[in-house]
């Protein structure tokens, strides 16, 4: 199973300061590694949106999901302590194109 975890750096319509954010955006990457093994890319856009305001977020994508129960307790504990409404998880299987 593949997937895609994606945060905003607001806590209370307030962005995190650099640090923060970079401890937050870390520690979901630490997460996605110990429940699936393979990220394949941490991007980071100015243009997300939450509850109508604009938020700077960061979008991890990864294959082989293995612990998916560890993945989400994982992203709960983490939203409790960078105070955050929600973390979105997308899972699901990838499937490649050709020409």
Do not use: C
């Amino acid at each position: 199973m593949d997937g895609a975890v994606s945060i905003g750096r607001n806590m209370d319509g307030i962005p995190m300061a650099d640090e923060l954010w970079k401890m937050f955006v870390r520690g979901v990457e630490k997460a996605v590694e110990d429940a699936s093994g393979s990220i394949h890319a941490t991007t980071y856009s100015r243009n997300g949106r939450w509850n109508g305001e604009n938020e700077e977020n960061a979008v991890i994508t990864f294959e082989g999901l293995l612990k998916t129960a560890q993945l989400k307790s994982d992203l709960s504990w983490l939203a409790r302590i960078y105070w955050q409404d929600k973390i979105a998880l997308l899972l699901g299987q990838s499937e490649l194109i050709g020409a």
